[in-house]
C-alpha cells in the first residue's frame, strides 16, 4: 500500500518529517519498507501559461512558446511536444534548475531559436510513463484547473510530497486504505482524524424508481447497495486526484473511473461503476453462476464461469464478476451519461477462489479478499456520489437502493488491566491502557479496572484478548519492554547430553570421510514411502496433501537422497557422497500422532578418494561402505553384525543387514542394477541405521588396556565351505572357541572358481592369539588351534591342503 504523506495530512494533521513517521510506524507493526520523495533533485519548477505559439521556422517539429512564468515579461521556450497549445498551463522548468537523473537545465539555442527554459512531461519530473494519463504519454502535461503563474509546480501538482511503502501482512487489511492509514497514525500519535465530507445533495427524483437490487444468496452476497446519478459529463479528473492516484500506482483514465478508484483508496472499500443505460434491465441481481456460463470481462476476455462464482447480473445474464472484474458492455465509456454505483460485501472465499483460478488478480479483489469494513460501505457510496456532483456535475438520486443485511459492525472482547499487565509485563494503569484503546477508536467501558472493548469491524484482525493485548503491546511501543534476567535459585552450566555428543561424533566421521550432509524433505509419494524399509508399518497419509509428491510421510530416508544423487548426477556431478539424520514416521492410526524414529543413512556414487593428495580415487564399492558403518559403531562403542539379505530395489547378492544384539538395525547395500538405470546412475552404495535404536544401547566408559608385555601368534587358516554359509558365522565359531587366549580372527580372503568345487568356497582367515599374562606356548596354542578345527569341521568346514 502507498501512502502520500500529502494525501494523509488531509485526514490527520501530523508535524513530522516522513522519514520520523516511516520509523514510529514500522516500531509498531508496519514496516515501511521504502520511501519515494517525488520532490528530491528538483529545482525550479514553476507552473507556466503558454500565451501563444507559432512553428519553428528551421524545424517542422518544434513550435516556439511564448510562456508566462510570474515574472514581468514572459520567456521564450523551444518545445517539441506535439500536444503543445496556446493558452495551457503546463510544467516549466527555469534555467538553472534541476530534473530527476541529474538533468541540468541551461540557455540554448535549437535551431537558431533561444530556449530559456523547458516544458516539462509528467515522465520528466519523475512520473512512471505506465501511470500517466494516456492523454500526456507521449507530450507534456496541462493542468486541468489554472494554477498561477510562477507558483511551485510541485505544489500545484501536490508532487512535494513522499510517498511511504507500507509492507502490509494479511491480518492488516485495516490499512490498504488511507483511512486506515490515517486510524494507524491516530493511535501512534493521538491527533483526531478529519473524515471526508459526504453529504450529498439528493435529487427529489428516487433511485428505487430507477432500479431495483435483488441478492438471491446471502452466503454469496450479504449486503448490495446502489446509487443513482445522472447527468454525468465525462472529462479528465481534477489534478488533485490524477496526482493522488498516480502516486498511489493506478493510471487516471476520467473523471468517473478514478472516483470509484479514489475511494477504493481512501477508504479501502471497492467500488464499481455500471453504465444505467447499458446494463440492458432495470433490475440487478447478485446469484452464483450457473455452471458453464460465460461473460466477457473489461479485458474483452470471455470467461467460462463455475457455479462457485459469484456475479451481477441484470436479472438475466452476467454483467460483471462480483469484487473482481466488470463486464465489457456495461463499462464507462465517454458516451456515458447515467451510472449506477456498486458498493457491496461479497464472499471472501468465492472472490479468491475466482480470482485464483481466472488468474485476476486486482486492486478490489485484494481488498474483498481480506475483508472490507462494514461501517464503510454505505459511506464509500455516499463519498462517491458527493465526488461525482463535485467533479463531473452529476445529479444524484434520492436514497440508496439496497438488499440483504449488513453484519454486526462491531465486536465486544472483555479484557482487565491485569491480563494486559501480566502478559507483556508493563505497568500500565486503567487510564493509560483506555488511552490507547481510544486512540485505535475502540469504544470502551470501564467498570473498575476491567474494560468491555468495542472492536470496529475495520479491524477484523482483532477477535480474543491477545489481540487487544498485542495492540496495547505496540501502541504503547515494543521498545518499552522492560528488560529482565531470568532469576534462577539455583543454575547449572549448559553442557550437552549423551546422545548430543554421540550425533557430534558420527557427524565428524561422515563429514571428515567426505560426505556432505542433505536435508531432504519429510513427503514422498505413496509408492515411495515403504520402499528399503527394515520393517511393515502402515503408512501416515496427509489430508489434504498438495502434491501426489507429497502425499504421504515417509518410512525410509533413502527415496530422498536417491533423488538428491540423481539430481547432482544429471547436472554433472558425478561423485556424490550425502548422508542424512532425520525421522522416519509410522502410523498409530486414524486420529493418533505417528511414530517418530530417527534413521542415519548414506549413499554414495562415482568415485572416492579420501585425499587426493595421498591416493588415487578409486570406484565406491561395498567394502567402504560398510567401513564407513563399522567406525560409527566404533566410535559409539557398539558391536554390529552383518548378515547377507535380500530386499527389494536392492542387489540381491550385495546386501546386508546390520545387527546389534541379534536385532536387525539396518542394512548396507548397492541399488539394485534396475533402480539405477531408472535414475541414470553408476553402481550406487547406500547404508541405513536404525539411529534411536543404536542410541538406546547402553555403554560404559571405554577404559585403558594395558600394551601387552607378552608376544602374540598367529595362524592363517583355509576352509572349503559351501557358497551359501557366511563368513560371519565361522568367525563367530572361532570366537565362541578360542577360549581366553584368542586376540582376534579376521577373514582376510575368499575364492571362487578353479581348483574349487562347485557350489563351494575357500574362506582364508587369520587368527591371533595373545596371553597377557605369560608368554605362550607352542602346546597352548596348538590345544586352542585343534579345539577351533574340530569346531569348524563340525560346522562342515574343511580344512584346504
Given amino acids: 500500500m502507498l501512502v502520500s504523506k500529502e494525501w494523509l495530512n488531509e485526514y490527520i494533521n501530523i508535524n513530522v518529517d516522513v522519514e520520523a513517521l516511516a520509523e514510529k510506524i514500522t516500531r509498531s507493526g508496519i514496516e515501511v519498507d521504502s520511501i519515494t520523495d517525488y520532490a528530491k533533485d528538483i529545482k525550479k519548477l514553476v507552473v507556466g501559461h503558454v500565451i501563444n505559439i507559432k512553428k519553428h521556422p528551421e524545424a517542422d517539429k518544434l513550435n516556439i512558446c511564448l510562456v508566462d512564468v510570474g515574472e514581468e515579461e514572459p520567456i521564450q521556450i523551444v518545445c517539441g511536444a506535439p500536444n503543445v497549445a496556446a493558452d495551457q498551463f503546463v510544467i516549466v522548468s527555469r534555467v538553472g534548475g534541476r530534473l530527476p537523473g541529474g538533468v541540468k537545465i541551461k540557455r540554448a539555442k535549437l535551431r537558431g531559436e533561444v530556449s530559456e527554459g523547458m516544458i516539462c512531461s509528467l515522465q520528466e519530473i519523475g512520473i512512471d510513463q505506465n501511470l500517466m494519463p494516456k492523454k500526456y504519454a507521449d507530450g507534456i502535461y496541462v493542468f486541468s484547473d489554472e494554477p498561477k503563474p510562477g507558483s511551485d509546480a510541485l505544489e500545484s501538482l501536490l508532487l512535494n510530497d513522499a510517498v511511504m511503502d507500507f509492507d502490509l501482512t494479511p491480518n492488516r487489511a485495516d490499512c490498504l486504505s488511507m483511512l486506515g492509514a490515517a486510524h494507524e497514525v491516530r493511535a501512534l500519535y493521538g491527533n483526531e482524524i478529519n473524515y471526508p465530507n459526504t453529504t450529498v445533495n439528493e435529487e427529489h427524483d428516487l433511485a428505487v424508481d430507477e432500479i431495483s437490487v435483488r441478492v438471491e444468496d446471502e452466503e454469496a452476497t450479504p449486503y448490495y447497495a446502489a446509487r443513482v446519478v445522472k447527468n454525468l459529463k465525462i472529462e479528465p479528473s481534477p489534478t488533485w486526484m490524477q496526482t493522488r492516484l498516480m502516486k498511489a500506482g493506478i493510471r487516471p483514465i476520467n473523471n468517473v473511473v478514478d472516483v470509484s478508484n479514489y475511494i477504493l483508496l481512501e477508504y479501502g472499500q471497492p467500488l464499481h461503476m455500471f453504465d444505467q443505460d447499458e446494463i440492458g434491465s432495470n433490475s440487478i441481481v447478485t446469484r452464483y453462476a450457473n455452471e458453464g456460463e ?248 496427509l489430508m489434504m496433501p498438495m502434491s501426489e509428491d507429497g502425499a504421504v510421510l515417509r518410512q525410509s530416508l533413502l527415496p530422498r537422497l536417491i533423488d538428491a544423487v540423481r539430481y547432482n548426477v544429471a547436472r554433472k556431478n558425478k561423485n556424490v557422497a550425502l548422508y542424512e539424520l532425520g525421522k522416519v514416521f509410522y502410523s498409530k492410526g486414524k486420529d493418533q500422532l505417528p511414530i517418530e524414529v530417527e534413521f542415519l543413512s548414506g549413499i554414495l556414487t562415482g568415485e572416492y578418494s579420501g585425499n587426493r593428495w595421498q591416493q588415487k580415487s578409486e570406484p565406491v564399492d561395498f567394502f567402504l561402505v560398510k567401513g564407513l558403518v563399522e567406525r560409527i559403531a566404533e566410535q559409539l562403542n557398539v558391536t554390529f553384525t552383518y548378515e547377507s539379505a535380500e530386499v527389494d530395489l536392492l542387489h540381491p547378492g550385495r546386501t546386508a543387514y546390520v545387527k546389534l544384539n541379534n536385532q536387525i538395525i539396518g542394512l548396507i547395500a548397492e541399488l539394485h542394477p534396475k533402480v539405477e538405470k531408472e535414475n541414470d546412475l553408476d553402481r550406487t552404495y547406500v547404508f541405513e541405521l536404525n539411529y534411536t535404536e543404536i542410541l538406546k544401547e547402553q555403554v560404559g566408559k571405554i577404559e585403558y588396556s594395558v600394551i601387552p608385555r607378552f608376544p602374540g601368534v598367529s595362524r592363517d587358516i583355509a576352509l572349503v565351505v559351501d557358497s551359501e554359509v557366511s563368513a560371519s558365522s565361522l568367525v563367530e565359531t572361532i570366537n565362541d572357541n578360542g577360549e581366553n587366549i584368542l586376540n582376534h580372527a579376521e577373514v582376510f580372503d575368499v575364492y571362487e572358481g578353479e581348483h574349487v568345487e562347485e557350489g563351494k568356497k575357500s574362506i582364508a582367515i587369520r587368527i591371533d592369539y595373545l596371553d597377557i599374562n605369560e608368554t605362550l606356548t607352542e602346546d597352548k596354542v596348538s590345544n586352542v588351534h585343534n579345539q577351533i578345527l574340530a569346531a569348524l569341521e563340525a560346522k562342515g568346514a574343511t580344512l584346504r591342503a
Fill in 294 to 541: 460465460k461473460i466477457t470481462t473489461l479485458d474483452e476476455v470471455e470467461r467460462t464461469l463455475k457455479s462457485s462464482d459469484v456475479v451481477i447480473t441484470n436479472g438475466k445474464e452476467p454483467i460483471a464478476l462480483a469484487g473482481v472484474m466488470g463486464g465489457n458492455f456495461s463499462e464507462v465509456t465517454e458516451k456515458t451519461q447515467n451510472v449506477v454505483i456498486e458498493s457491496a460485501l461479497f464472499n471472501a472465499v468465492n472472490v479468491r477462489q475466482t480470482s485464483r483460478r481466472l488468474g485476476l488478480r486486482s486492486e478490489a479483489s485484494s481488498r474483498f479478499e481480506k475483508g472490507v469494513a462494514t461501517e464503510r460501505v454505505n459511506d464509500a457510496l455516499d463519498r462517491a456520489a458527493f465526488l461525482l456532483q463535485e467533479i463531473a456535475n452529476g445529479s444524484v438520486l434520492k436514497g440508496i437502493v439496497s438488499d440483504g443485511q449488513l453484519p454486526e459492525t462491531s465486536k465486544v472482547i472483555t479484557i482487565s488491566t491485569s491480563d494486559v499487565n501480566r502478559l507483556i509485563g508493563f505497568e500500565l494503569s486503567t487510564e493509560d491502557i483506555n488511552t490507547i484503546f481510544e486512540r485505535l477508536g475502540f469504544g470502551t467501558e470501564i467498570q473498575q479496572d476491567e474494560f468491555k472493548v468495542t472492536v470496529p469491524s475495520r479491524r477484523n484482525d482483532i477477535s480474543i484478548k491477545a489481540d487487544l493485548i498485542e495492540e496495547v503491546a505496540r501502541i504503547y511501543g515494543y521498545d518499552q519492554l522492560p528488560s529482565t534476567l531470568p532469576n534462577f535459585e539455583q543454575s547449572t552450566a549448559g553442557f550437552l547430553t549423551d546422545n548430543q555428543l554421540k550425533t557430534r561424533k558420527v557427524k565428524e566421521i561422515l563429514e571428515g570421510a567426505g560426505l556432505n550432509q542433505a536435508i531432504t524433505y519429510s513427503l514422498v509419494r505413496k509408492d515411495m514411502a515403504t520402499r528399503y524399509t527394515l520393517s511393515s508399518h502402515e503408512v501416515v497419509e
